[in-house]
């Protein structure tokens, strides 16, 4: 529910088309939505509180961060392109989208506004290296 709309936003900048970065945009906030209240809903009923050397990495986004983005972007749009969605596509979300938004969750839930913007710069820095890398490919394949 995020890899999906995020390609779809660098197709659309790919091909400069409005209404299908918009159609995905939406689907894509949709799912965002859906993750950290989630996220959010686990952490309140679980007993865990402290901030853990896990849920700090993901609030100080860092190059090797970027990297892992641009490449997760990289390989599901070759993936989408070639038409061999699946495992690849879940790796990439696996690695770099899930793992802040579930910190979003943890810092909404817990009123921690340092883990909270942390782990959501994390998050929009990997959605616009997914999205621009995802385009760049789109655009070298045509």
Do not use: C, H, K
């Not at 995020?6 to 918009?22: N, S, Y």
């Not at 993901?58 to 061999?84: C, I, K, Q």
């Amino acid at each position: 529910p995020l890899m999906g709309p995020i390609i779809g936003v660098g197709f659309g900048v790919a091909l400069v088309d409005l209404a299908a970065m918009r159609r995905s945009l939406v689907t894509f906030m949709v799912g965002v939505v859906l993750a950290v209240t989630f996220s959010a809903m686990i952490v309140l009923v679980s007993p865990i509180r402290e901030v853990t050397s896990e849920i700090a990495a993901r609030t100080r986004p860092n190059l090797f961060d970027l990297g892992v983005a641009f490449l997760s972007g990289l390989a599901g749009t070759y993936a989408t392109v070639r038409g061999r969605q699946g495992a690849i596509v879940g790796v990439a979300i696996a690695v770099a989208l899930m793992p802040p938004l579930a910190v979003v969750g943890y810092g909404l839930a817990t009123f921690n506004g340092q883990i909270f913007w942390g782990a959501g710069l994390l998050f929009v820095t990997n959605f616009v290296a997914i999205a621009l890398s995802g385009a760049a490919l789109a655009r070298i394949y045509g």
